[in-house]
C-alpha cells in the first residue's frame, strides 16, 4: 500500500515566520507535488519535482519554495508566511509515466491544515 | 487557462445511481481524466481514470464523450458512505483539479 505522511495535521504560524511543511512516501515515485485546497477552489498545484534537486512551478508558486534533496521526501517552504496562505496543503506522489503509456494515479497524503496568524 | 467545471453540489437517493458531471473543455489530445473522492479530514483518494473509452473498476464507471470536452462519474448504487466530495482533474503526470462537487447520498 503506498503510504504518504505528511509532518503534521495541524500547525499555527505568524506572520513573518518561515514555515517547513514535509511530504515523504515510501513507494519510490519519481514525482511528488504540493498542492493547497481552499473552500470553492479545488486543489491548486504550488510546485512538483519529478526528480531529485529538480522541481517546477504549478500554478500559484508566488510565496513558496521547495526542496528535494531525497527522493522519498518533498519539502515546502513558506519564506515569510503571511495570513493569505491560510489554507490546507496536501502532497501527492505518482510513479514517473514511460512516453506512450497509460498515466498513472497520484496518492495523496492527508493533509496539513496551516492557520498563519 | 486549463479550466475544470463541477457543480457545487448534487444530491442522491441511496441506492440509486450518482451521476456527476464534468466540464474538461481544455483538455489536451494525450491528457487523461481522472475522479477522486475526498472524505472529511482525509485526502483525496483515487477513484478511476480514463483516455477515450469508458471505464469501469469495482468502484464506478467513467463515461468520457466523443469529444472528450466532458466525462460523468457514475457510482451504480450510492451507499451513504458515498457522501463526500467528487473531484475531476485532467492531465499527464501534472493535474488540473476542477472544484468539486458534494455529493450527499440521502436515506
Known amino acids: 500500500d503506498v503510504k504518504v505522511t505528511q509532518s503534521s495535521r495541524y500547525l499555527v504560524k505568524r506572520t513573518g515566520e518561515k514555515v517547513f511543511l514535509e511530504c515523504v512516501q515510501d513507494m519510490d515515485h519519481e514525482n511528488m507535488f504540493w498542492y493547497r485546497q481552499d473552500p470553492g477552489l479545488g486543489l491548486r498545484l504550488i510546485y512538483f519535482?519529478?526528480?531529485?534537486?529538480?522541481?517546477e512551478k504549478g500554478d500559484i508558486p508566488e510565496g513558496y519554495s521547495v526542496s528535494r534533496e531525497k527522493k522519498e521526501r518533498f519539502s515546502l517552504i513558506l519564506e515569510s508566511a503571511s495570513t493569505n496562505q491560510t489554507s490546507m496543503y496536501l502532497c501527492?506522489?505518482?510513479?514517473?509515466?514511460?512516453?506512450?503509456?497509460?498515466?498513472?494515479?497520484?496518492?495523496f497524503g492527508p493533509g496539513t491544515r496551516l492557520t498563519v496568524t | 487557462d486549463a479550466k475544470t467545471t463541477q457543480p457545487p453540489s448534487m444530491d442522491c437517493a441511496e441506492g440509486r445511481a450518482a451521476n456527476l458531471p464534468c466540464n474538461h473543455s481544455t483538455i489536451s489530445g494525450n491528457e487523461y481524466v481522472y475522479w477522486y473522492r475526498q472524505i472529511h479530514s482525509q485526502g483525496p483518494q483515487y477513484i478511476i481514470h480514463g483516455l477515450k473509452n469508458n471505464e469501469t473498476n469495482e468502484m464506478a464507471s467513467l463515461i468520457i464523450t466523443e469529444d472528450r470536452k466532458s466525462s460523468t462519474l457514475i457510482l451504480p448504487h450510492a451507499t451513504l458512505r458515498d457522501t463526500a466530495v467528487y473531484y475531476c482533474?485532467?492531465?499527464?503526470?501534472?493535474?488540473?483539479f476542477g472544484q468539486g462537487t458534494i455529493l450527499t447520498v440521502h436515506p
Open positions: 519535482s519529478y526528480d531529485v534537486k529538480m522541481k
Open positions: 501527492a506522489s505518482s510513479s514517473h509515466v514511460p512516453p506512450g503509456q497509460s498515466s498513472y494515479e497520484q496518492y
Open positions: 482533474a485532467h492531465g499527464y503526470g501534472k493535474l488540473t
